[in-house]
DNA sequence: GTAGTGACTTGGAAAGTCCAACCTATTGGC
DNA sequence: GCCAATAGGTTGGACTTTCCAAGTCACTAC
């Protein structure tokens, strides 16, 4: 079990509680493309260990912010995708995209590329 | 020295990447209100421990984020205050102040409570 | 000079993360 | 039925980060 828990009653030290774990909000910004299959996630988030993925994906369920649905045939896969308490999180995935964006960067992206980020990522 | 880095050619996580660790946002949200001297941070943010107060701040320090600057008498004190950069991350702190807010707490505050995390914390 | 801040540093234990390998089911040929 | 592939994980061990308590060093007040 993660022990994080920083302070009860201030806010944004709740809102790191629920997502302020290394890979947390990556995994919230691949879900809010809409709904993804475990190994596609694996594939989309270079570095993430399948055991933190898994783990990750079970504490985000448990908080209500993820959802586990099974698709019937012929899929025949399971999928994750955000509850609506879970796709509330846009705003700071959107808020972070653009602090990280256009100014942080080395390779710095064109135009075109950038308007591709903010419109994917946000 | 973190060892973190997601992906750098993904917005968010470059910018997880920077202030993405443990404490790292909940110091920023601190000196969004102003300058603060290291022991009042330390007061501010129950549960950090020394070691990863002075760690975090000399992270921010080398990305630029966070300044560090000595007053002189008589205060004769070492306080650290959000650069330009770092205080643009309000938005971010907003936005995870707004999510964690009101739907979150067992401890329903009273709407005067909740005014005042919004304006302190935002 | 001794007591008390302020701003850290250090050492060791605990917790979290990474990596590679393994496991169980189901599907799809042949 | 048999073999390989894919999906969705679990497990063990090394490595890294965090926690906690204690100690250091500089400065001021008395």
Redesign the pocket.
């Known amino acids: ?4 828990s920083y302070d009860q009653y201030c806010a944004v030290a709740r809102a790191l509680d629920a997502v302020g ?3 947390s909000l990556l995994i919230v910004r691949e879900l809010l493309g809409g709904p993804r ?3 596609d996630l694996h594939a989309d988030l270079p ?6 993925l ?1 783990t990750r ?1 079970k504490q985000l369920e448990g908080e209500g912010l993820v959802e ?1 649905r099974r698709l019937e ?2 899929a ?4 994750y995708e955000l509850t609506p308490r879970g796709a509330e999180l846009r705003p700071v995935v959107e808020a972070l995209a653009h602090w990280g964006g256009p100014d942080l960067g080395e390779p710095r992206p064109t135009d075109a590329v950038r308007e591709h980020w903010y419109t994917t990522t946000a």
């Open positions: 079990m993660p022990r994080r774990e290394r890979w299959r475990y190994t570095g993430v260990s399948t055991d933190i898994a994906l586990r045939r012929p025949n896969a399971t999928v």
